[in-house]
T-cell receptor
Framework: SQTIHQWPATLVQPVGSPLSLECTVEGTSNPNLYWYRQAAGRGLQLLFYSVGIGQISSEVPQNLSASRPQDRQFILSSKKLLLSDSGFYLC?????????????FGPGTRLTVT | AQRVTQPEKLLSVFKGAPVELKCNYSYSGSPELFWYVQYSRQRLQLLLRHISRESIKGFTADLNKGETSFHLKKPFAQEEDSAMYYCALTPSGGYNKLIFGAGTRLAVHP
């Protein structure tokens, strides 16, 4: 069966420090991958999605970047964190493109920038 | 602009009472609407989608295009329904980008 992992589960980082969050999927190949962020009191917002290795689409301009170095690995990065980067980050995958493909979510990473 | 609004942060009911979680959306085309749920210490998961016209765990949701609403309903709430509920839409066509509302926490008391 397919599983999705995220780490770390929680992270506290000072302003200006770098960031690397990792997401991996098992049990499937060529998944669509997604990064979402939930800021306090707000809904989940799509940050990036990827339909294949090296293919990244950004939804909103921001201080973050994403990479997909392997088929089932999706990394969220920042060179210098801002206070506004604090939030709950969720990775998700789907088997294809189109709303009939359900998105499956990871456990999330809670990031606090101090 | 594409937007999903869930006006209630918290909905508190007693077991056996009817439940209605409100969701309104703003989208000029024909979106597809979903309800996602997150139970305590579990992952966010799909509850139901409007296109399937299904009832899951006793919950139903009807898309009302005139009122641009997709409210989630259950006639008799159970304690195990306590969770965070998110309404989401996917714009028609293209990849399945999800636009989420802020969520409503449902608390069902014994």
């Amino acid at each position: 069966s397919q599983t999705i992992h995220q780490w770390p589960a929680t992270l506290v980082q000072p302003v200006g420090s770098p960031l690397s969050l990792e997401c991996t999927v098992e049990g499937t190949s060529n998944p669509n991958l997604y990064w979402y962020r939930q800021a306090a009191g707000r809904g989940l917002q799509l940050l990036f999605y990827s339909v294949g290795i090296g293919q990244i689409s950004s939804e909103v301009p921001q201080n973050l970047s994403a990479s997909r170095p392997q088929d089932r690995q999706f990394i969220l990065s920042s060179k210098k964190l801002l206070l506004s980067d604090s939030g709950f980050y969720l990775c998700a995958w789907s088997a294809g493109t189109g709303s009939r493909y359900e998105q499956y979510f990871g456990p999330g990473t809670r990031l606090t920038v101090t | 602009a594409q937007r999903v609004t869930q006006p209630e942060k918290l909905l508190s009911v007693f077991k056996g009472a009817p439940v209605e979680l409100k969701c309104n959306y703003s989208y000029s085309g024909s979106p597809e609407l979903f309800w996602y749920v997150q139970y305590s210490r579990q992952r966010l998961q799909l509850l139901l989608r409007h296109i399937s016209r299904e009832s899951i765990k006793g919950f139903t949701a009807d898309l009302n295009k005139g009122e641009t609403s997709f409210h989630l309903k259950k006639p008799f709430a159970q304690e195990e329904d306590s969770a965070m509920y998110y309404c989401a839409l996917t714009p028609s066509g293209g990849y399945n980008k999800l636009i989420f509302g802020a969520g409503t926490r449902l608390a069902v008391h014994p």
